[in-house]
T-cell receptor, first 113, second 114 residues
Framework: KQEVTQIPAALSVPEGENLVLNCSFT??????LQWFRQDPGKGLTSLLL?????REQTSGRLNASLDKSSGRSTLYIAASQPGDSATYLC????????????FGQGTTLQVKP | GAGVSQSPSNKVTEKGKDVELRCDPI?????LYWYRQRLGQGLEFLIY????????KSGLPSDRFSAERTGESVSTLTIQRTQQEDSAVYLC????????????FGPGTRLTVT
């Protein structure tokens, strides 16, 4: 059974710091991995999608890496801003036959001005 | 363009009543998913539609839960004889190219069963 773990559960940093969020999964046979952010009381916003054949994806100040063999992904946020404060969720898809995503519990990030 | 929309945004119902939750996916997206998020817990997959068929219903928690989809458009999630443990935020997502695609989520429906 696929399990997704995110560490740390919560993180507080001063504005301007670079930071790394971690995601690990127990079954390396994934089809893709997606990072989301969730703001309180709102739905999820997709940040980055990494296919299993890819090693990393970049969007602006965000960079996500994938090491499928070790069951790990990291989300790197450069020059953090207060607007980055949110819960960040990692999710993996197992198969091309179903889009079922299995989510981690998330990392709640607070960036202090 | 318009994103995924869901209605109602909030629903309060009495235990034992039936509820219907609606999802309008992004136009042209062939795949549609339902998830739920109970308070303090992670997101749980419920069901996946490709077009109007459901290849994966493995996450539906009981036979009180059902869903249907009209073509590649609107989907309705129905919960019969609601129980307090059904209280959660129900999230819908769609993707353009089926199971391999990036999923885009709606704002969710917050269901409270009293």
């Amino acid at each position: 059974k696929q399990e997704v773990t995110q560490i740390p559960a919560a993180l507080s940093v001063p504005e301007g710091e670079n930071l790394v969020l971690n995601c690990s999964f127990t079954d390396s046979a994934i089809y893709n991995l997606q990072w989301f952010r969730q703001d309180p009381g709102k739905g999820l916003t997709s940040l980055l999608l990494i296919q299993s054949s890819q090693r990393e994806q970049t969007s602006g100040r965000l960079n996500a890496s994938l090491d499928k063999s070790s069951g790990r992904s990291t989300l790197y946020i450069a020059a953090s801003q207060p607007g980055d404060s949110a819960t960040y969720l990692c999710a993996v898809s197992r198969s091309s036959n179903t889009g079922k995503l299995i989510f981690g519990q998330g990392t709640t990030l607070q960036v202090k001005p | 363009g318009a994103g995924v929309s869901q209605s109602p945004s909030n629903k309060v119902t009495e235990k034992g009543k039936d509820v219907e939750l609606r999802c309008d996916p992004i136009s042209g997206h062939t795949a549609l998913y339902w998830y739920r998020q109970r308070l303090g817990q992670g997101l749980e997959f419920l069901i996946y539609f490709q077009g109007n068929s459901a290849p994966d219903k493995s996450g539906l928690p009981s036979d009180r839960f059902s869903a249907e989809r009209t073509g590649e458009s609107v989907s309705t999630l129905t919960i019969q004889r609601t129980q307090q443990e059904d209280s959660a935020v129900y999230l819908c997502a769609s993707s353009l190219v089926g199971a391999s695609g990036e999923q885009y989520f709606g704002p969710g429906t917050r269901l409270t069963v009293t």
